[in-house]
């Protein structure tokens, strides 16, 4: 399978009916829906499968609510590396089936269990010789490259979706790099378990110390309630191609005391498996 490579450069679109709803003039969407397996997720895959071939890996292994291992998988198509996919056991059917079209898939009840790498790895491992690399995280320089492509438009804040804080993380490097003065405003959710906005939750994240230095600088979260993510998801997925655990960036629009002149792009993490 030959994969049409649209990831260098996804689009960055001004919609004038979301600037008047939420009332600021300069509202930009980047929008990772356009990756070639429809979420931001395939950026990190891409890097991971090339880095991958190159130490001849034989298993890739993540945690995954369907989105980063489905993108993985894809990606995967064209080499011998074989993806398992460490996913809860209460995830739809319909995730599940579509992860089984081209991976392994292995359940566990992660409401009651956290998962280190090493807990991860000895899952899939069948002999010593094998190299197994753990991928759920790690990978956050992946989204250093979205930053590049909308450095021109010097943002005074950049909204996306907060799950592990992997491309919270990434984000955040690509602005230090760029010496950049834009903050950045993480949305997560306030029910860490079954929450519409599936893809936010996350049992264990090796980014959490990170995460708190980062926020010391001017950077935030905000986490909505379910109401507000199905209200928001119900408006926005009307206008672009998104699931709830990206349209969440639209509603903490309305929870913002800034100037409605600032330049904010909101991040379309896309929409996977929903």
Request: glycine share 6%.
């Amino acid at each position: 399978m030959r994969i049409k490579d649209k990831s260098d450069k996804t689009p960055l679109i001004k919609n004038q009916e979301l600037c008047e709803k939420y009332g600021f003039t300069n509202l930009l969407i980047k929008d990772e829906s356009k990756n070639p397996f429809g979420t931001y997720k395939d950026r990190r895959n891409k890097l991971v499968i090339e880095k991958a071939k190159k130490e001849h890996v034989d298993k890739l292994v993540l945690i995954t609510s369907g989105n980063a291992g489905y993108s993985l998988a894809r990606y995967s198509q064209n080499s011998n590396i074989k993806i398992i996919c460490i996913i809860d056991k209460n995830l739809k059917k319909s995730i599940k089936n579509k992860l089984k079209q081209y991976s392994k898939i292995i359940e566990v009840n992660l409401s009651e269990r956290i998962l280190k790498p090493e807990e991860v790895i000895s899952l899939v491992r069948e002999n010593d010789e094998e190299v197994i690399w753990d991928v759920t995280n790690g990978y956050h320089k992946a989204y250093e490259k979205i930053v590049e492509e909308i450095n021109h438009e010097d943002p005074d804040f950049i909204i996306l979706p907060m799950g592990s804080g992997e491309a919270f993380v990434g984000f955040y490097n690509g602005i230090r790099k760029l010496k950049l003065k834009t903050k950045l405003i993480g949305v997560g959710v306030k029910d860490k378990w079954n929450s519409y906005a599936d893809k936010l939750h996350t049992p264990w994240t090796p980014y959490k110390s990170k995460i708190q230095s980062i926020l010391k600088e001017g950077h935030k979260i905000i986490k909505l309630d379910e109401e507000e993510i199905k209200k928001v998801y119900k408006e926005i997925s009307t206008i672009l191609d998104t699931e709830p655990s990206s349209s969440v960036v639209f509603g903490v629009l309305s929870k913002l005391n800034i100037d409605k002149d600032n330049k904010i792009i909101l991040i379309n993490s896309g929409k996977g498996l929903f």
